[in-house]
C-alpha cells in the first residue's frame, strides 16, 4: 500500500522532503490551497522526486459558495469551480461540462499522474445527492474518452458522510451502483466526513473512530478492489493499513488534524478564532496513536518500544518542527502499512488485531506507570478499530 | 392450475407439414411435443395455453402472461449465443383448439438430459466438468448483458446437456427473461423464478431497483456449487418456502473447499464469491471472472 501526503494550508517543502526521504509515495495536492497560475512552480519543484501527483478538485466544497463565512481559498480561482444551478445536477445537464472543465484545469499540469474528478458530497445514501454524485461518477471516464485523456488513469471522487457507511441497505445499494457502471472509472478517490467537532471547532475523532465508520470505509476499499479498481483513500491516517489490508491502493494523511481527518466543516470558518497552535505528536505504531511530543518522552522511559525504530525518531531528541513532524508521521504510516497489507486480507486483519490487542496491552503498562492521562480515549479507539474490523468481516461475508 | 393438453391430433391438423410429432413434457402453461419440420429438422414445438377470465384469472394476469410469452420469444430472437436454445422454423401465432388458446411456435429440439439430473450423482464431477458448465453459463450471462436481459431462471433443470461437441450445454426456457429497460411485467412484491435459486436482493420489496446480471451469476454460482457438492446450501432437504427464504437471507454457505477438498481453492473461492448476499461482493465485471477462471485453467 502507498502512502500519499494529503496537501494542505503551509506545506512548505514538507511534500519536497517527504518524497525525497521516500516516505511518501505521492501527493494529493489542494486546489484549495493552489493557486492556478502557481500550480505548475509546485508541481516542477516535486518533479524531480518520483511519486504519483493528483489534484482534488475540491468541487464539493462549492455548496459553501455565497456563504458569509465560507473559506475556500484559491478554489474560487480555478475555472470548474463554480456552483451550477441545482436542476441542471439533477437532470445531468450540468455534470459533464463541469468534469470537462475541472479535467481541462488539470491537463494543463503534465506532472499529475492521474486525473481526479468532480463530485458532490453525498450526506446520504438514498438522497437526490447520492444519484447526481453516482451520475458524476458514471461520467468521469465518458468525459475523458471523448477529451481523448487515454494516457492517464481516471479517478472518481466519492465523497461521503460518515452516516452513508452506517446507514445499512442503502449504503448496499450505493455499493451495488458503484461497481455496476456501464462506464466505470479507473479508480476512486475516497474521503469520509466527519460532522462533529468540538467547542473550538476541531473534530471530534470518534465521529471517524466508530465501528460502522471504519467497516464501512473498509467495505468500500474491499468492494471496489476486488472489482479492479484503484482507490486511494484521502485523511485516512492511522486507519490507512486496515485500508490497505482491504486492498486500498493509497493512503493519505497531512500535518494539520483537518489533513488526518475529512470534514466539510473545514470550508466554513469556526466560530470560535485563535487558540494556540497544535502540539507537535509522534505517531508510535505500537502504540497506534498519534502521542503528544512529551508523552513520547514519558512513554518511551517505560516502554522503549513506543518508538518506531525508525531515521526519522531522531528528530524527537531535541526540538521538533512541523515538516520533522509530517515526515515522522508519513515514515510511521509507512512502515505500518508494510508490516500489515500483504494482499493476504486474511492474514493482513489477523496481524492489525493482533497489533491492537499488543497496543492495549501497551497502553495498560503505560497506566499503570502513571501516566493515565487520555488513556481512555485511546482504549476507545483502539476498541473502535478491533470492532470495525469485526464488523467488516461480517459485511464482507468473510469466513 | 391444471391446464388442458391439447392432444396431437389437434396440433397435426394445425401443422400438417410436421411429421413423427409426439407429446414431451409439460410445466406450467407450456405444452411441449417433438416434430420433424418440413425440412426434416427435429424442432420443439410450444404451445403456451392462454387462460381466460373462466379459469379464475384476472384479465391483467392474463395480459401479464401474453406478455410474457412474447417477450420470451423477443429475446431468443436477439440471442446469437449458441449457449441459449435457438428459435425454430414455427414463427408465433396465436391459435384455437377447441374452446383454448394457444401461442404456439418452435424452437430447436435438443437432445440429451438436463443436467439436473447429474446432481447428487457418484461420481462427482470433476474440474473439466465444472470448469466447462460455469464457463457455459457466463456465456449465457455475456449474451444476457449483450441484449439488455436477465434470464432470471438459471438452475441445472434449465441447463441441457446435449452431448454435442460444438455446444454441450445449451440454456433453455426464457420464460421469465426480465428486459432491463422493458415495461414491468411482472405485478406484485415477489419477482418469478425458482426460490431455490433466487439471489437474495430478489426477495426484498424494491427488487426491480437493485437486480441486475449479478443475480443471474449467483444462479449461476449457486447451480455449480451444487452440481460440485451434490447439495443446495440453502435447501438441503424439502423444506416449507419461509425456511429457504431464511437461509437465503441469512445463512452463509459452508464454503466449497468443505464439500470438495480436491477442487483448487482458487476455483471453490469463485464459486463461494459469487454467492454472497450482497451483490456488490460478487463479480461486477464478467471480464475479471473470466480471468481469473482462466488463471485456475492455468
Redesign the interface.
Given at each position: 500500500m502507498k502512502i500519499f501526503a494529503q496537501d494542505g494550508y503551509g506545506p512548505g517543502e514538507k511534500l519536497e522532503q517527504g518524497l525525497s526521504d521516500k516516505v511518501i509515495d505521492g501527493a494529493v495536492l489542494s486546489a484549495r490551497y493552489r493557486h492556478p497560475e502557481k500550480f505548475t512552480e509546485k508541481a516542477d519543484s516535486l518533479l524531480p522526486h518520483e511519486g504519483e501527483l493528483l489534484l482534488d478538485p475540491e468541487f464539493y466544497a462549492t455548496s459553501s459558495i455565497g456563504k458569509p463565512n465560507a473559506k475556500l481559498g484559491s478554489l474560487e480561482e480555478w475555472d470548474y469551480f463554480s456552483a451550477p444551478r441545482r436542476s441542471t445536477l439533477i437532470t445531468g445537464t450540468a455534470i459533464q461540462p463541469v468534469i470537462r472543465s475541472a479535467f481541462e484545469s488539470q491537463l494543463r499540469f503534465e506532472h499529475l499522474s492521474g486525473l481526479v474528478a468532480p463530485n458532490i458530497y453525498i450526506e446520504s445514501a438514498d438522497s437526490i445527492d447520492a444519484g447526481i454524485a453516482l451520475n458524476f461518477i458514471g461520467q468521469a471516464k465518458l468525459v475523458a474518452k471523448t477529451m481523448d485523456v487515454t494516457d492517464k488513469p481516471v479517478f472518481a471522487s466519492l465523497v461521503l458522510s460518515r452516516d452513508v457507511l452506517a446507514s445499512g441497505?442503502p449504503f448496499?445499494?450505493l455499493?451495488?451502483a458503484?461497481?455496476?457502471l456501464s462506464t466505470p472509472p479507473d479508480g476512486f478517490y475516497v474521503l469520509i466526513g466527519s460532522g462533529a467537532v468540538d467547542e473550538d471547532g476541531r473534530h471530534i475523532r470518534s465521529d471517524i473512530y466508530h465501528d460502522h465508520v471504519i467497516a464501512g470505509w473498509m467495505l468500500i476499499n474491499?468492494?471496489l478492489s476486488?472489482?479492479?479498481f484503484k482507490v486511494i483513500n484521502g485523511c485516512s491516517d492511522l486507519l490507512s493499513p486496515l485500508l490497505g489490508a482491504c486492498g486500498a491502493y493509497a493512503g493519505a494523511s497531512g500535518w494539520a488534524s483537518s489533513l488526518r481527518q475529512f470534514s466539510m466543516g473545514r470550508y466554513i470558518k469556526p466560530a470560535a478564532q485563535g487558540g494556540s497552535a497544535p502540539l507537535i505528536r509522534y505517531v508510535s505504531n505500537a502504540l497506534l496513536a498519534r502521542i503528544k511530543q512529551t508523552d513520547y518522552d514519558n512513554y518511551s522511559s517505560v516502554l522503549p518500544l513506543v518508538s518506531n525504530g525508525l531515521p526519522s525518531d531522531k528528530y524527537y531528541e531535541g526540538e521538533t518542527t512541523r515538516p520533522q513532524e509530517s515526515i515522522q508521521t508519513w515514515a510511521a504510516l509507512n512502515k505500518l502499512c508494510a508490516e500489515c497489507c500483504t494482499d493476504d486480507i486474511t492474514s493482513d486483519l489477523a496481524t492489525i488485531e493482533g497489533r491492537i490487542t499488543k497496543a492495549v496491552g501497551y497502553w495498560s503498562r503505560i497506566a499503570e506507570s502513571g501516566f493515565t492521562s487520555g488513556v481512555e480515549a485511546h482504549y476507545e479507539h483502539l476498541e473502535a478499530m478491533r470492532d470495525g474490523i469485526s464488523l467488516f468481516r461480517k459485511?464482507?461475508?468473510l469466513? | 392450475m391444471r391446464i388442458p393438453i391439447p392432444n396431437t391430433e389437434q396440433i397435426k391438423l394445425l401443422l400438417p407439414d410436421c411429421a413423427e410429432l409426439s407429446y414431451v413434457a409439460s410445466g406450467g402453461f407450456k405444452v411441449v411435443f417433438r416434430a420433424v419440420n418440413g425440412v426434416g429438422k427435429v424442432e420443439a414445438i410450444k404451445a403456451i395455453y392462454i387462460p381466460s377470465e373462466s379459469d379464475g384469472l384476472a384479465p391483467e394476469q392474463i395480459a401479464q402472461l401474453v406478455a410474457r410469452a412474447q417477450r420470451e420469444i423477443a429475446a431468443l430472437r436477439l440471442c446469437r449465443s449458441p449457449s441459449i436454445v435457438k428459435l425454430g422454423s414455427l414463427a408465433p401465432k396465436l391459435v384455437t383448439l377447441g374452446s383454448c388458446t394457444y401461442l404456439i411456435y418452435s424452437e430447436e429440439f435438443l437432445p440429451g438430459q438436463p443436467l439436473v439430473e447429474g446432481v447428487g450423482k457418484q461420481p462427482q464431477p470433476d474440474l473439466t466438468t465444472l470448469m466447462a458448465v460455469f464457463t457455459f453459463l457466463v456465456d449465457v450471462i455475456e449474451e444476457m448483458i449483450r441484449i439488455q436481459y436477465l434470464h432470471r431462471d438459471i438452475k441445472p433443470a434449465n441447463i441441457m446437456v446435449t452431448g454435442i461437441a460444438e455446444r454441450p450445454y445449451v440454456i433453455l426456457d426464457m420464460g421469465i427473461a426480465y428486459k432491463v429497460h422493458g415495461t414491468e411485467l411482472t405485478q406484485g412484491a415477489t419477482p418469478p423464478g425458482t426460490l431455490r435459486y433466487m439471489a437474495p436482493?430478489l426477495l426484498?420489496p424494491d427488487y426491480k431497483?437493485?437486480m441486475?446480471f449479478?443475480c443471474d451469476l449467483y444462479s449461476a454460482a449457486l447451480s455449480i456449487y451444487e452440481l460440485a457438492s451434490g447439495l443446495h446450501p440453502f435447501a438441503p432437504k424439502p423444506e416449507n418456502d419461509y425456511a429457504t427464504i431464511y437461509r437465503i437471507m441469512k445463512e452463509?454457505p459452508e464454503?466449497l473447499e468443505n464439500h470438495r477438498g480436491d477442487l483448487p481453492l482458487q476455483f471453490c473461492r469463485i464459486i463461494d464469491?459469487c454467492i454472497?448476499?450482497?451483490?456488490?461482493?460478487r463479480?461486477?465485471?464478467t471480464d475479471?471472472l473470466c480471468h481469473d477462471l482462466q488463471e485456475v485453467q492455468q
Open positions: 441497505a448496499d445499494d455499493l451495488g458503484l461497481t455496476a474491499y468492494v476486488i472489482n479492479g459485511w464482507a461475508e469466513t | 436482493e426484498s431497483d437493485v441486475d449479478r452463509r464454503p464469491r454472497k448476499k450482497n451483490p456488490a461482493l463479480y461486477a465485471r475479471l
